[in-house]
Every structure is written in structure tokens, then in C-alpha cells.
């Protein structure tokens, strides 16, 4: 029997380098996508979500349990708060992309770098964290970086300049201030 997996993406560019990883999967596991974009392009129009992106994300997240998904995966950030409201609402496990990097950064260290490559990601990425540290009473101190020409070279398909980019901030600034 197939087990579906559904992947919520607001960046089709996203879909292939999910399609690649998801070759690692056992075989009853089958990869199905929604794509829409426009919930980022909203969402950071508006600098953060809005009540109409959270609809449309709780909407596609009971689209994907109703297909007979086993799990979902959201693989923005962005869109984190609204996948939570959306998990609530459905027998299936709902996942973040960033709740085991939130996890893993939070247990091994103090002080923890935030880079965000668009606005609308960076405060529910720094909230995030911060509720994962004092779930577990841990005094934390982030630092957020924004650094969105990384997203703008992602968005029009070029993963190497965005790579560069995004390396360089950890390269110039975080040895500098961790």
C-alpha cells in the first residue's frame, strides 16, 4: 500500500530538490506536491501573514489530508504560524521544515545566529526559536540576519549565488559576533 506524503511549497524551485531527497524515502512513500506562490509573494507584500494567506494555508493542508495524505511537510518558513493553526485541524502530522533546525539550534548552543533570506521569514523563525527555548527554560540569545538578495538570486534560479551569499554572511559576520 502507497503512502502519500504531501509537500506544501511557496517556491516551485523548491520541488526538485525535494524530488531528489524524497529518492532516499522507502518505496511505499509517495511524494505529492501543492505549489503556490502566492502565499510568500503575499506574505511578504504584507511583511508577515495575513488572514487570507493563513486561510489559504490551512486550506491546502486539509486539501492534502483529505487526499488521504499520511503527513504533511511546509517547506517555508514563512507560512510556519499558519501550518501550526492548520495541524490542529487535521488527523495527520503537520510538520514545519524548520522545526528540527529550531530543535538542534536550540540544544546545542547559547547564542544562535538567525539568517532569514526574506522578511516575512524572519520573525516566525526567530518566535519559533524562542518558544522551543522556553519550552525546555533555556536562556537563549538570537541574532537575526536578513540577507534578502540571497532570496531574489534563489527565486530567479540561480541556488549557486544564493549558496554564495548566504555562506558569506557566516564567513564575514557570525565569526565576528559568535
Do not use: Y
Not at 509573494?41 to 495524505?69: F, P, Y
Request: include cysteine; hydrophobic fraction near 45%; charged fraction near 25%.
Amino acid at each position: 500500500m502507497m503512502r502519500r506524503v504531501v509537500l506544501v511549497h511557496t517556491v516551485v524551485g523548491l520541488v526538485p530538490v525535494f524530488h531528489e531527497l524524497a529518492k532516499r524515502l522507502p518505496g511505499d512513500v509517495k511524494i505529492s506536491n501543492i505549489v503556490d506562490e502566492s502565499l510568500l509573494e503575499d506574505a511578504i507584500a504584507a511583511g508577515g501573514l495575513t488572514q487570507s494567506v493563513n486561510r489559504r494555508v490551512v486550506d491546502h493542508i486539509l486539501s492534502a489530508a483529505d487526499s488521504g495524505a499520511v503527513a504533511v511537510l511546509a517547506t517555508c518558513s514563512s507560512i510556519g504560524p499558519a501550518v501550526e493553526i492548520a495541524s490542529r485541524l487535521v488527523d495527520v502530522p503537520v510538520l514545519r521544515i524548520d522545526e528540527p533546525m529550531a530543535s538542534a539550534a536550540i540544544e546545542s548552543g547559547r547564542r544562535i545566529g538567525v539568517l532569514a533570506t526574506v522578511t516575512s521569514t524572519l520573525n516566525p523563525t526567530v518566535d519559533l526559536l524562542q518558544r522551543r527555548a522556553d519550552a525546555v527554560g533555556k536562556d537563549v540569545e538570537l541574532t537575526p540576519v536578513l540577507r534578502d538578495e540571497a532570496f531574489t538570486a534563489m527565486r530567479s534560479g540561480d541556488g549557486e549565488r544564493h549558496d554564495e551569499i548566504v555562506s558569506n554572511v557566516h564567513n564575514e559576520r557570525w565569526r565576528r559576533d559568535f
